[in-house]
């Protein structure tokens, strides 16, 4: 199961779709908290970067300390070297621009996956 984190419902919805309709079996979740306090047990995660409360970096920061080995996908719409430096010292699979996740998420997935 690819659990997609994001708080905009609509881009939640649409990446989700999208995930599924490359046969996958999807899980979403409007927050990074709410994430965290289900274990969904989530293969991948896909997460939008810019979330309130917690963001997707916080998240991955998270997941790291309690020693998670979950592959973790970050999409951005403020896509910045700062931003990718970070995602990249975390561990992050790959960190897409929301405006091109359609054409690059099937193989982000692909390689989160292998």
């Not at 998270?62 to 430096?85: H, W």
């Given at each position: 199961m690819i659990?997609?984190?994001?708080d905009d419902t609509l881009?939640?919805?649409?990446?989700?779709?999208?995930?599924r309709s490359l046969g996958y079996v999807t899980r979403s979740f409007a927050s990074a908290e709410a994430f965290?306090?289900?274990?969904?047990?989530?293969?991948c995660i896909i997460s939008?970067?810019?979330?309130p409360r917690m963001s997707g970096i916080?998240?991955?920061?998270?997941?790291?300390?309690?020693?998670?080995?979950?592959?973790?996908?970050?999409?951005?719409?403020f896509l910045d070297?700062?931003?990718r430096a970070v995602?990249?010292?975390?561990?992050?699979?790959?960190?897409?621009?929301k405006s091109d996740t359609a054409n690059h998420l099937a193989s982000a997935i692909r390689a989160?996956?292998?």
């Amino acid at each position: 199961m690819i659990a997609i984190i994001d708080d905009d419902t609509l881009a939640r919805a649409a990446t989700e779709m999208l995930v599924r309709s490359l046969g996958y079996v999807t899980r979403s979740f409007a927050s990074a908290e709410a994430f965290l306090i289900e274990d969904c047990g989530a293969v991948c995660i896909i997460s939008d970067v810019q979330m309130p409360r917690m963001s997707g970096i916080d998240l991955q920061r998270a997941l790291k300390t309690r020693g998670s080995k979950v592959p973790v996908i970050l999409v951005t719409g403020f896509l910045d070297d700062a931003v990718r430096a970070v995602a990249m010292q975390l561990g992050s699979t790959a960190l897409l621009p929301k405006s091109d996740t359609a054409n690059h998420l099937a193989s982000a997935i692909r390689a989160a996956l292998a």
